[in-house]
């Protein structure tokens, strides 16, 4: 049974299509707008035809990729995820290639030669390894709904990562908060003291309620964390006085870090980069600020698991065996890491007593 490719023109762009006969009916189907996708799903569809495993009249392998991505998103990926619009951000390049196309056409070749094309197109191994676990849990559902009956993303290995070991050094963090300093956001200065002094990821900074910050016990409850666990962080004297400050200057007294609608700021990554630029530091992420808190933390002499919990670096069993570190004993080890933030630094207690009180 030969099964044809021709395509099809129209307004938005050119669609590819099967077109064969099946027990003496005539067949089509569009595939999309990639004429190897179609190639590919041709032969595919020989091969079941041959092997008697075609069942055009099942109507769970008419489901499209597109039609998918809509329910997995609203069933899925935002009732279960938090980085729910992360997804969609992945989704505009995977729509373009597999969007048209019926689930159960979709082979792993497909899904490899969609691998290839991202590498060869410079995107890196780390973004491309999340397009295809983005796939692989797509199709994982799509199975649970009884769409599909395997998944053809699951046989294909992911890349090997280059881990990432970038990091500030001493004269970069001044050259940063100098000209964080200067910044036309005003919030950019207390981010960066907050992420340098605790190593706190992004969200767990962006979603901070001043209700979680503890000016009294000079602690920060972190609630909202990528691995589900709640942590305490302590304050160094020099992020106590920063959002001490902030407080006083903040217009909305609910989120620390909100807009102008009350709402918590989505990014800071135009103010960031615009401050990288005048500090003339390169190849350096948001997420390295993180990096960089773990790494001087441990050159400045605190110990690496009292690092972890701090940090939230950490996994369930790491969970049960630091539990027993108090919030004030994290905060006088980390006295040691702010004379290393500020060299020039003069710890004045009792000035901070006052005026706290």
């Known amino acids: 049974m030969k099964v044809r490719v021709f395509e099809r023109k129209g307004k938005k762009g050119s669609t590819w299509y099967i077109d064969f006969m099946y027990k003496g009916r005539r067949r089509w189907e569009a595939i999309g707008a990639d004429r190897r996708l179609a190639e590919l799903a041709a032969k595919k569809r020989e091969m079941e035809i041959y092997e ?3 069942f055009p009249e099942n109507s769970k392998t008419k489901v499209r990729f597109r039609d998918l991505t809509e329910e997995y ?28 196309m019926f689930l159960a056409d979709i082979t792993p070749r497909m899904i490899e030669n969609y691998r290839l094309k991202r590498g060869k197109e410079g995107v890196m191994p780390a973004t491309i390894n ?29 890349a090997k990562e280059k881990g990432r070991t970038r990091f500030l050094t001493k004269e970069e963090i001044h050259r940063l908060l100098e ?21 706190m990821r992004r969200g767990e900074m962006l979603n901070l309620r001043w209700e979680d910050v503890d000016f009294n016990r000079r ?21 106590f006085q920063t959002l001490w400050s902030w407080r006083k200057k903040s217009l909305d007294k609910s989120y620390v870090f909100a807009n102008t609608k009350g709402q918590p700021l989505r990014d800071v990554r135009t103010a960031f980069k615009v401050a990288l630029r005048k500090a003339e530091i390169e190849d350096f992420r948001f997420h390295d600020l993180r990096h960089t808190a773990a790494s001087q933390m ?30 004030e004993h994290k905060r006088v080890a980390m006295l040691t890491y702010e004379s290393f933030l500020q060299p020039d630094y003069v710890a004045n207690l009792k000035q901070i007593d006052e005026v706290h009180s």
């Open 52 to 54: 008697g495993k075609y």
């Open 73 to 100: 998103i609203e069933k899925h990926s935002k009732v279960r995820k938090r980085s729910w619009r992360r997804d969609i951000g992945t989704l505009k390049h995977l729509l373009p290639v597999f969007g048209d």
């Open 130 to 158: 999340r397009e295809h676990a983005l796939l692989k849990n797509m199709f994982t559902k799509a199975m649970d709904w009884e769409y599909i009956q395997e998944n053809p993303a699951k046989r294909i290995r992911l």
């Open 179 to 199: 000209a964080a300093e200067e910044s036309k956001a005003p919030h950019l200065k207390p981010i960066l003291v907050m992420a340098l002094s605790t190593g």
């Open 219 to 239: 602690a920060i409850q972190v609630k909202r964390t990528k691995n589900d666990q709640p942590r305490e962080v302590p304050m160094t004297d020099w992020l």
């Open 298 to 327: 441990y050159m400045s002499g605190l110990d690496i698991k009292l690092i972890k919990e701090i940090g939230g670096w950490k996994t369930l069993a790491m969970v049960d065996r630091y539990s027993h570190l108090t919030t």
